[in-house]
């Protein structure tokens, strides 16, 4: 069973281009999670999506970023114009559709954003 | 005060030795406690999963929740070189809607031969 798969795991971006990163979530799943984890810090929560709904967004940053999970297809975080603190490693996580399990978040390999 | 203090460490040990790892949190909504390992470079990985106070045992891990002090722990007995990572500790809460686990900031654990 693959686990949740990321794609690129290095993206290298200048200053006011766009960053498009991939998330498919493990099969079965259908929560994906997206955390950002800058250099020196915690991981932090960004989005939390369901297919073709965002649930939760508290944690995104207001301007430049979006993210969707359509029917078909995997998630995608898009940042646009990109900024020199915009340099992190983005994580994504899913969870089984089991209520029960939806704390139980595995994670991907992340995508590691560097922006010149 | 953050929501979840964890100690960065770093943390030597000696192969064979018994590990404890903790963090302290402040908000009492929190009800499922995880800790996960990654390794540098890496995701991080899933290793112990546990609802409200008790402990947990699975093979050398074992992880504790003490709800009443605001107080987690993971123990990892006999420790090897290959459990050299850092051990991040997280939490949500339950009822919330959103599933959004807040993690420490991580400790570093080096495991010596």
């Known amino acids: 069973n693959a686990g949740v798969m990321q794609n690129p795991r290095h993206l290298v971006r200048r200053r006011g281009q766009e960053a498009r990163l991939r998330c498919s979530p493990m099969k079965g799943h259908s929560h994906v999670y997206w955390y950002r984890q800058l250099p020196e810090e915690g991981l932090k929560f960004m989005v939390y999506?369901?297919?073709?709904?965002?649930?939760?967004e508290s944690g995104m940053p207001k301007e430049r970023f979006s993210a969707e999970f359509p029917k078909e297809g995997p998630s995608i975080l898009r940042i646009q114009q990109v900024v020199r603190g915009d340099s992190a490693a983005y994580f994504c996580a899913s969870s089984p559709p089991n209520r029960l399990a939806y704390n139980e978040q595995f994670f991907g390999p992340g995508t590691r954003l560097t922006v010149l | 005060q953050k929501e979840v203090e964890q100690d960065p460490g770093p943390l030597s040990v000696p192969e064979g030795a018994i590990v404890s790892l903790n963090c302290t949190y402040s908000?009492?909504?929190?009800?499922?406690f995880m800790w996960y390992r990654q390794y540098s470079r890496k995701g991080p990985e899933l290793l112990m999963y546990t609802y409200s106070s008790g402990n947990k045992e699975d093979g050398r891990f074992t992880a504790q929740v003490d709800k009443s002090s605001k107080y987690i722990s993971l123990f990892i007995r006999d420790s090897q070189p290959s459990d050299s990572a850092t051990y991040l500790c997280a939490m949500t809460e339950t009822g919330a809607g959103s599933y959004q686990l807040t993690f420490g900031k991580g400790t570093k654990l080096s495991v010596i031969p």
């Open positions: 999506l369901q297919k073709e709904n965002i649930i939760d």
């Open positions: 908000n009492s909504a929190f009800q499922y």
